[in-house]
Structures are given as structure tokens and as C-alpha cells.
């Protein structure tokens, strides 16, 4: 099994669906993030994640939201999916304070039609 | 705004051939540097991370190198192959911890 995994790999969606992207890691690494990516415009943070109990925002977190319901598993969620938030979102993981370990997740394509 | 640029863009080259990939970046109080590969449609993997108090690391025909007086790192590919194609990104953890990556550079190497 991967360290980092992500569901769904692929999804289409239509304008004003909410859509949850999943992440679950076998790492034990406390930090979590969520990131989309665009040609272009490479990797963007959206949110992320050093415990249970402490959320924050990353560079583009608008018209997303998050939850990490454990230590292992942080979600994304997209309340009304608009066509220009179809991309390639990523969840990662790494350790302790610090950006070591990094793991990546294969990836979730979102289509927003 | 602190920034990481990479150049080239692009790189294609035959097999058999060393090269370097390039990373510079504006933010000087620089934690570490962790150089990534990507390939298509996947995640990233890591592949070296240089701390800020080391020059270089190495593994297998991979070596990359740190100049924080310059805000430059460099990967150095020897003896390239085909399956060397991918795209590298390089990500820098300031001392503040945040992380701020660079665009990439897909890398085709040719049989």
C-alpha cells in the first residue's frame, strides 16, 4: 500500500456540486497538506495541517475547506466545484516541524464541467 | 515576494549525457533545499534535501550543490537516461518554515 493515498484518481464533477477529495497516510507524520496544481502556475497551497487541532490557511484556500479527522486522514472539499478549480490536487505529508520526509499522494484529477 | 526560479524550462537531450538543472531563490535565510521529481499525471518524490550548513549531497548519479551567498542550487545529472525524464522541481524551506517551490523543469532524454 502507499504511503500517501488519495480518492478518488480521477473525477468529473458539474458547476455547483460539493466534492470531497480524500488523504490517508501510513507515515505517522504530523503535518499534512493540500495542493493543486496547474500548468504554469505549479504547485499552490491550499491548506494544511500540523495536528489534529491546528488547520490553517495556505495561499489559495478560497472556495475550499478542510477537515482532518485524525491524525492519518485530512480531506479537501470543494462546497461549490466552478470549472476554474479543475486541476491536479496533491496531498502530502511530512515530519515533525519540519519539511523532511516529504510524501507525496499520486494525485486527484478534478474536472469541473 | 520571496521567490524560486527555475531554468531551464525545458531541457531535451540524448542519453549518455551529463547535465545540470537549476534552481535560484530570492530568500537567503534559507533552512534547506529539497530537489523533487515528477512524473506525468503522478506525485512527487524526493530525492535530495541539502541542509543549509552542507554544500552538497549526493546519491547515485544524482548530486546537488547549495550556494546560499548566490541563492543558487544546481542538480547534476551524470550519464542520463531515458528514464531520467521527468520534471524536477526544487522547493525551499525558509527559516520562517515556509515552503515556496519553483515551476520545474521537464527533462527529456532521448535513446
Known amino acids: 500500500d502507499a504511503d500517501v493515498t488519495q480518492t478518488p484518481r480521477n473525477r468529473i464533477t458539474k458547476t455547483g456540486k460539493r466534492i470531497m477529495l480524500e488523504c490517508s497516510q501510513t507515515k505517522g507524520h504530523d503535518r499534512m497538506y493540500w495542493y493543486r496544481q496547474d500548468p504554469g502556475l505549479g504547485l499552490r497551497l491550499i491548506y494544511y495541517?500540523?495536528?489534529?487541532?491546528?488547520?490553517n490557511k495556505g495561499e489559495i484556500s478560497d472556495g475550499y475547506s478542510v477537515s482532518r479527522q485524525a491524525q492519518a486522514k485530512f480531506s479537501l472539499s470543494l462546497e461549490s466545484a466552478i470549472p476554474n478549480q479543475t486541476a491536479l490536487y496533491f496531498c502530502?505529508?511530512?515530519?515533525?516541524?519540519?519539511?523532511?520526509?516529504?510524501?507525496f499522494g499520486s494525485g486527484t484529477r478534478l474536472t469541473v464541467v | 515576494k520571496q521567490e524560486v526560479t527555475q531554468i531551464p524550462a525545458a531541457l531535451s537531450v540524448p542519453e549518455g549525457e551529463n547535465l545540470v538543472l537549476n534552481c535560484s531563490f530570492t530568500?537567503?535565510?534559507?533552512?534547506?533545499l529539497q530537489w523533487f521529481r515528477q512524473d506525468p499525471g503522478k506525485g512527487l518524490t524526493s530525492l535530495l534535501l541539502i541542509q543549509s550548513s552542507q554544500r552538497e549531497q549526493t546519491s547515485g548519479r544524482l548530486n546537488a550543490s547549495l550556494d546560499k551567498s548566490s541563492g543558487r542550487s544546481t542538480l547534476y545529472i551524470a550519464a542520463s537516461q531515458p528514464g531520467d525524464s521527468a520534471t524536477y522541481l526544487c522547493q525551499h524551506a525558509g527559516n520562517n518554515r515556509k515552503l515556496i517551490w519553483g515551476l520545474g523543469t521537464s527533462l527529456a532524454v532521448n535513446p
Open positions: 502530502a505529508t511530512s515530519e515533525g516541524t519540519s519539511n523532511y520526509g516529504y510524501t
Open positions: 530568500d537567503s535565510a534559507i533552512y534547506n
Open positions: 495541517s500540523f495536528d489534529v487541532k491546528d488547520i
